[in-house]
């Protein structure tokens, strides 16, 4: 197990570079809370979002809703 949760939250209006499909599903990934992260005041859930291509799997990282 990855230790990560993700969750869709929303659709991008981009298109894939490598299959051309139009719309793909932005995703957002974070390090699932437990242990002793449960009381650690500093942690950080380290959160990431990306957008994956539902027809050839290609993933593209986010920054600030941008393409990096
Ligand atoms: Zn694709």
């Excluded at 981009?14 to 974070?30: A, H, K, M, Y």
Aim: hydrophobic share 30%.
């Amino acid at each position: 197990m990855s230790g990560r949760t993700r969750r869709q939250i929303g659709i991008s209006e981009t298109n894939c570079d490598i299959c051309g499909t139009r719309g793909l599903p932005v995703f957002e990934s974070r390090i699932t809370r437990r242990g002793l992260a449960l009381i650690n005041p500093w942690w950080h859930q380290h959160r990431r979002t990306y957008e994956q291509c539902p027809a050839c799997g290609m993933k593209y990282r986010l920054k600030a809703g941008r393409r990096v």
